[in-house]
């Protein structure tokens, strides 16, 4: 069956309007509700907001998404549903597409108005438990701002045919296409890179690394300081957009290895999953380099529990100076 990408990509960033609409109006409704914890999950903590976002997802499925091209969707908080499938009642092995999503990845930092967070769906071809990230072939992510912005971006790709982004006017409504620039430097000094160590589990194992990343690169010290600088952008979505736009050069999220290092059970601690990162496609079409710890291209299962490591460069000079050093690095 054969489907039109960028159709999907319209899609795609229409069902995002509806999320970050429905988390606006949750907002001015009052915060309680949306920190409430509504259920704890195998890959995270649900929250009131993200309950809300969860319903807005579904409701707009259900009245949008083209009867002739059947999906089964991949969604954190799921369970209680079974397998959910579009049209609704469409048996999974009918289905042709799969579709993986995070309505809000970031939802800490927005619940208490700190840092927008960021609503992640991407599309693949069903392949059923085969299915991985390389897979995914469209993909779209929309900013989900504080309470003060003015303006919230939106990005989107078809693979192999380039991104698009466009910065929206919260106040008037009014789009304007804009081109993000990732940064073209081919040196991390006096720039944003940083290793992702939210939590205290992993953190001080990480950061040993993370400095002797920069040890090894001749960094450390350097001009009478530290001229390589961290910034934690508690999601995912954000640490990609961080790339693209040409904020951050290089970020490592390597919190599975860790954990496995530390002998940390599975489920212990949070890492990333493969809903946060199935926007990675953005970021490859705008130019930036993701991959795994080895330097291969990301294949993480399509699910919600995975733990997945990755890592970005805003760009190939990056990719090339840095990742053969950061392999010998974890090896120690």
């Known amino acids: 069956m054969t489907i039109n990408p960028e159709r999907v990509r319209r899609l795609l960033c229409q069902l995002q309007d509806s999320i970050r609409e429905s988390v606006r109006a949750a907002r001015r409704g009052g915060l309680a509700r949306m920190g409430r914890v509504a259920a704890v999950t195998a890959s995270d903590t ?9 319903e807005t997802v579904l409701a707009w499925l259900e009245q949008h998404w083209p009867r002739r091209w059947p999906i089964e969707l991949v ?4 369970d209680e549903h079974g397998a959910v499938t579009f049209p609704r009642g469409t048996p999974v092995a009918a289905t042709k597409w799969k579709l993986i999503l995070d309505p809000i990845d970031g939802t800490r930092g927005l619940m208490f108005d ?15 438990t085969r299915n991985t990230t390389a897979d995914l072939f469209v993909a779209a992510m929309t900013e989900l701002p504080t309470s003060k912005s003015g303006f919230a971006d939106q990005l989107s790709a078809v693979r192999r045919r380039g991104m698009r982004a466009e910065r929206l006017d919260l106040r008037t409504g009014g789009r304007k296409k ?4 990732p940064s073209r430097a081919t040196s991390v000094a006096h720039g944003f890179a940083s290793f992702a160590k939210f939590f205290p589990e992993g953190k001080a194992w990480l ?15 350097a ?14 979505g954000g640490q990609l957009y961080e790339l693209i736009m040409g904020h951050d050069r290089f970020i490592a999220d390597l919190r599975p290895v860790a954990f496995e290092r530390l002998k940390i059970a599975r489920g212990a601690a949070l890492a990333c999953h493969p809903y946060d990162i199935c ?7 705008a130019g930036c380099v993701v991959r795994t710890l080895e330097g291969k291209s990301l294949r993480a299962p399509l699910d919600t529990t995975s733990p997945v490591a990755w890592v970005g460069y805003a760009n190939r000079s990056l990719a090339r100076r840095i990742g053969p050093v950061l392999r010998r690095v974890m090896a120690r």
């Open 114 to 128: 700190k840092r927008s967070a960021w609503s992640l769906a991407a599309l693949a071809p069903q392949r059923g």
């Open 178 to 181: 804009f081109r993000p620039p």
């Open 223 to 236: 001009s009478g300081g530290q001229p390589v600088f961290d910034d934690q952008y508690l999601t995912t």
């Open 46 to 54: 649900i929250y009131g907001v993200d309950k809300i976002s969860e």
């Open 207 to 221: 950061a040993a690394r993370e400095e002797a990343l920069w040890r090894e690169l001749g960094l450390s010290g």
């Open 75 to 78: 969604m954190e908080g799921l």
């Open 279 to 285: 926007t990675a496609l953005i970021a490859e079409e």
